[in-house]
């Protein structure tokens, strides 16, 4: 063996001794270990709305089929396939694997082949003069590698920052998932309850249309003033002023659900043409417990997965304080002549450790880490208002739901009593023994009793919808997409 062999065996051996030893060494890392925050719950929700709760778990993968509609199930399975928010919130999860790819490629060894063709001439004006080729030609070719040793887990801590990132964004998705059912169904309802309302004020309009043609028989048998004819008519046509808003609404509707479920305007009409009235679940309704928010709600989940990237983005800063250590290694192949590039004499190679330490950065780096730390605190405190937020929406829609219901019973004896109302001050109109104004006011609130009944049931429904969504309702497995590739280019 040449004594240039022997001196390259020893460097070998020397350079792969110290990176077992720099390996081990290496499993310190910097920074703070992520903990999940300890979050207080209440034991059980509030007592206003305990005598509607059934104490099951609640059911949410598929909540919309409790309101027993096929449109609705069929609206909510086209947004599923076909919403554009949707393949948004995929591609955020696939970017974020695709960074999280990044981050794991910094721990890894980093390689570069290249080459190149140099020719010079050097000035003979010179102290020193050129050699007798001048000018002169340099064929190089070849490749270097470097590693970074990750000494204090910096490195490590920005995969852990990474892969908690991932999670936020699945979080993500599944939030998108819960928003679009939530507001598929919630237009959907709203789009029923108006084609109700207006049905309601159609049949209003033609029985006060039948009390305008009263007053002019009436007038015309001299049997009443003009003022009975004109009051009529005044009332007639504020109640048909009503339907053009409503049907504005209805196609707003219309038009907000095509959005959701991926089309434009008019593709949904054939589905919606038959009216199947306001879908309705049953009365009273399961909510587990409010622990079950921690796992259930995408927006608590996403914040805890915030809160742990931003956690380990203290170790990344942490790393710049201590000494970076990167293991280079260069071989090249190189001769004034193309023909002997690939000879052996033509070898050229240079190899060992680098270290490097940044001892003074006149405060960047204790700022960043204060920065990042900072930054966790805020994490932490969105993390906790998220969960505050979901304690309050359930319960904020439970309630809604009980004392709606309470409404909608109260409203029913008045749309029965007022009914009964106009049929006996007609007669009495009729027989000449009240004014016509009577009859006015018993056909204004029999109207405003029966709109406001729709209307109430609707916001059961609404409350229904919104009490799901608060519970984390339409949660599922993430669609898996494509993984960065890792060690690759």
């Given amino acids: 063996m040449s004594p240039v062999d022997m001196q390259f065996k020893s460097a070998t051996l020397f350079l792969f001794g110290s990176l077992g030893t720099l390996m081990f060494q290496g499993c310190y890392t910097v920074g703070p270990d992520y903990v999940s925050p ?68 910094q721990a890894l060894p980093q390689a570069n082949a290249g080459g190149d063709f140099t020719r010079s001439r050097r000035s003979e004006n010179l102290l020193a003069p050129p050699s ?34 991932i999670g936020a964004r699945e979080e993500d998705y599944r939030d998108a998932l819960v928003s679009l059912f939530a507001d598929v169904a919630l237009n959907y309802v709203e789009y029923r309850t108006l084609e109700l309302r207006i049905s309601v004020a159609l049949r209003n309009i033609a029985a006060q249309r039948d009390s305008a043609g009263l007053t002019s028989q009436r007038l015309d048998a001299g ?15 504020l109640s048909e002023a009503t339907v053009p808003l409503l049907r504005s609404q209805l196609v707003s509707s219309r038009n907000r659900l095509s959005t959701l479920t991926g089309g434009f305007p008019g593709s949904l009409d054939g589905m919606l043409n038959q009216s199947r009235g306001i879908p309705m679940p049953k009365a009273g309704f399961s909510a587990g417990l409010p622990c079950d928010l921690l796992r259930a709600r995408p927006d608590i989940r996403r914040a805890e997965r915030e809160l742990a990237a931003q ?7 942490e790393a710049d304080l201590y000494p970076r250590l990167t293991l280079f290694g260069d071989f090249r192949l190189e001769s004034v002549s193309s023909g002997n590039l690939f000879d052996s004499a033509s070898r ?9 330490w940044q001892i003074f950065s006149a405060g960047r780096i204790r700022n960043t880490i204060l920065a990042e730390e ?6 932490l405190a969105s993390y906790e208002s998220a969960v505050l937020k979901g304690v309050e929406e359930v319960e904020t829609s439970m309630a809604g739901i009980v004392y709606e219901r309470e409404r909608l019973s109260d409203l029913g004896q008045a749309v029965a009593s007022s009914r009964e109302t106009v049929n006996l001050v007609k007669d009495n109109y009729r027989n000449g023994l009240v004014s016509f104004q009577n009859v006015l006011d018993a056909e204004r609130t029999k109207f405003s ?41």
């Fill in 38 to 105: 300890a979050t207080t719950m209440p034991d059980a929700w509030s007592r206003s709305v305990l005598r509607d709760l059934d104490g099951g778990a609640a059911s949410l993968s598929q909540w919309w089929k409790n309101f027993n509609d096929p449109t609705l199930n069929a609206l909510v399975e086209q947004a599923r396939h076909y919403n554009p928010d949707l393949r948004a919130a995929l591609g955020r999860i696939s970017e974020a694997r695709a960074l999280r790819g990044v981050a794991v490629s």
């Fill in 132 to 165: 007798t080729d001048n000018p002169s030609n340099l064929y190089s070719a070849g490749f270097d590698a470097g590693w970074e040793i990750d000494l204090f887990g910096g490195i490590r801590r920005s995969v852990e920052a990474a892969d908690a990132n």
């Fill in 223 to 237: 049997l009443v003033p003009r003022i009975d004819v004109t009051q009529a008519e005044t009332n007639l046509y």
């Fill in 311 to 317: 956690t380990a983005l203290i170790g990344v800063a």
């Fill in 348 to 356: 050229a190679y240079s190899f060992g450790p680098s270290f490097q």
């Fill in 374 to 379: 900072s930054r966790a605190s805020q994490a």
């Fill in 449 to 489: 009793a029966e709109d406001e009944e729709i209307a109430s049931r609707g916001q059961i429904a609404l409350k229904y919808i919104t009490l799901y969504k608060a519970l984390g309702g339409g949660t599922e497995t993430v669609l898996t997409p494509s993984k960065a590739p890792v060690g690759e280019n």
